[in-house]
């Protein structure tokens, strides 16, 4: 058989093609590498979830090796020897399942960030090639289909919008918003209010959320969370123009002599090799796997890997700079009643200084601890006025008592913009193979000192605000690593073939027949999550698609 469409993997980049060409009649076939779960499946165990992870391979059989400069040198290490773990969610609906649903645009400047600032030293910032505009009536359609539940704020830098108001009303707030408020009041900061990718009521056949405590991380249990799984595929199923199949792990596109794909090869579960042939091909595997998946597919036609003649396969990763600011608080800041209410949300956020004068800042979102008990836990398992001595015993017990039952930790997560650079990219290394023989991706990870700079520059507000509250024990953790579940550029879009691997519709320069659409496409990330984003791109290259599919094939 010959399906009209492949897509490779099944995240926020693949749903909406799935959703829009599946209703439009189009044969679709979606190769995951991952198993299909259920609502069910998504479990709150945080032994299965979070320390092991169920839901990806195991390091030691796929795993990526990592570049760092260390000691004047580029130092390169496989990741089973860390733990440190670039795989964010093999199965359907992929790391979509475990996004904490923070749900911002990206604001009209962030489009044009080398036009508004110039070009940082030793960069490769370049403005999009589509503006806001064209984005806008995307992002308000993901709103709508995925489900944002918030309020919209009135603020200096507020983004302008189609619709007035979020289509679900804003979920329910931890009572320490009010203590927020006040100190931001007080401070004269704007605060918003959180938009997240999670319905505030029952909607279709998904469930309201039901304030689980565990979001981040998780599958959720009732449908609450716009997933691709839940909010896309499950609902297109029954077009009957899709297949799926699981545990399919794709290892190289091969192509014709006119430069065209015709068929994905993949490997089964227990290492079969099989082939899927279709006229067009849609790529969202997530960012380092993508450009993986490209620079693996060699032939005569692309002997640098496929789409990679002018060699920019790979280049341009993006991650978020930043890092997290924490304060304590107690009875002596609140009631305790109130503070130790579980469950609920914080949804504020610092967006004062998300642009300045001089150079483009950031945001700071606020969050609770993670409710993981183990995790927490061992944090405290060391002295606090000697960290070389472990604590055990009575001493152990009520220092754990008093955390779990008296007190509760803010975070205060700094967003920041990656800045595209030569030595942030992805490549391959034929001397580093996956147990089925095939290269694994090589992540350099090359920052700049100006990204440094803006990520204390907003800590620093977060500190002010966190005393100006009454926390204690206040503390700022912040470098220059990425974010390994934020992940985009390496096949950025543009309109020079020379500098780009994408159109503007996020198709192929050298390969008619395929589109990359998760976060790769992106030449500059925003200081926000870029699930949104990727959303609502998706949704304007199924567009693009639609319209022009016969033309796309031939």
Not at 114 to 124: C, D, L, P, V, W
Request: net charge positive; aromatic share 12%; charged share 25%.
């Amino acid at each position: 058989m010959i399906y009209d469409i492949c897509v490779i993997g099944s995240g926020a980049g693949a749903g909406p093609i799935i959703y829009e060409l599946s209703k439009q009649g189009h044969k679709v076939c979606v190769l995951e590498k991952g198993d299909f779960y259920k609502r069910e499946d998504f479990s709150k165990d945080e032994l299965a979830v979070t320390r092991r992870s169920v839901y990806n391979p195991k390091l030691e059989e796929q795993y990526h090796t990592i570049e760092e400069y260390i000691d004047k040198k580029w130092t390169k290490f496989p990741t089973y020897d860390t733990g440190w773990d670039f795989n964010n969610g093999n199965l359907i609906g992929g790391s979509s399942n475990f996004m904490s649903g923070f749900f911002y645009r990206l604001k009209p400047d962030d489009f044009k960030l080398a036009s508004k600032y110039g070009k940082i030293k030793n960069s490769n910032i370049v403005d999009w090639p589509i503006s806001y505009d064209d984005m806008e009536l995307y992002y308000d359609k993901v709103e709508k289909i995925i489900g944002v539940s918030g309020e919209v704020s009135d603020y200096a830098h507020q983004e302008p919008r189609s619709s007035k108001n979020f289509p679900f009303k804003a979920l329910e707030e931890h009572p320490i918003t009010k203590l927020i408020d006040n100190a931001s009041n007080e401070l004269n900061f704007s605060i918003v209010k959180t938009p997240r990718a999670i319905i505030s009521k029952d909607f279709k056949h998904r469930s309201a959320c039901y304030y689980s405590n565990y979001c981040g991380s998780y599958g959720c249990s009732s449908g609450a969370k716009g997933s691709s799984r839940e909010a896309l595929i499950l609902p297109v199923l029954k077009t009957n123009n899709l297949d799926v199949i699981t545990n399919a792990n794709v290892i190289k596109l091969n192509t014709n002599k006119n430069k065209k794909i015709t068929q994905a090869i993949y490997l089964t579960k227990d290492g079969k090799k099989k082939e899927l042939n279709a006229k067009l091909f849609i790529l969202a595997a997530q960012a380092v796997e993508s450009s993986r998946l490209l620079l693996n597919s060699k032939d005569v036609n692309f002997p640098n890997g496929l789409a990679n003649n002018s060699l920019n396969v790979g280049k341009n990763l993006l991650s978020s700079s930043g890092g997290i600011v924490t304060g304590r608080f107690d009875e002596r800041s609140m009631p305790l009643k109130e503070l130790m209410t579980p469950g609920l949300f914080v949804n504020r956020a610092i967006k004062d200084f998300y642009f300045t004068k001089k150079f483009k800042g950031g945001m700071v979102e606020m969050v609770f601890e993670h409710a993981n008990p183990i995790r927490r836990a061992n944090f405290f398992k060391w002295d606090e006025k000697d960290s070389s001595k472990l604590l055990i015993g009575k001493e152990l017990q009520d220092k754990l008592h008093t955390s779990f039952t008296k007190a509760k930790t803010l975070n205060m997560e700094v967003f920041a913009d990656w800045t595209p650079n030569d030595n942030s990219f992805v490549s391959v290394d034929e001397k580093y193979k996956d147990k089925y023989g095939i290269p694994v991706a090589n992540i350099r990870i090359g920052t700049i000192k100006h990204d440094l700079e803006v990520s204390n520059f907003l800590a620093k507000k977060a500190v002010k605000l966190l005393k100006q509250m009454g926390a204690k024990d206040i503390q700022s953790n912040i470098d220059a690593l990425p974010s390994s579940n934020l992940q985009a550029g390496g096949c950025r879009f543009g309109n020079n073939p020379k500098t780009s691997v994408l159109n503007k519709y996020c198709q192929a320069h050298e390969v008619k027949n395929l589109f990359v659409t998760d976060g790769s496409f992106m030449p500059t990330g925003g200081s926000v999550p870029f699930t949104f984003t990727i959303y609502a791109n998706s949704f304007r290259v199924a567009d693009y698609i639609k319209d022009n599919y016969k033309s796309l094939i031939n």
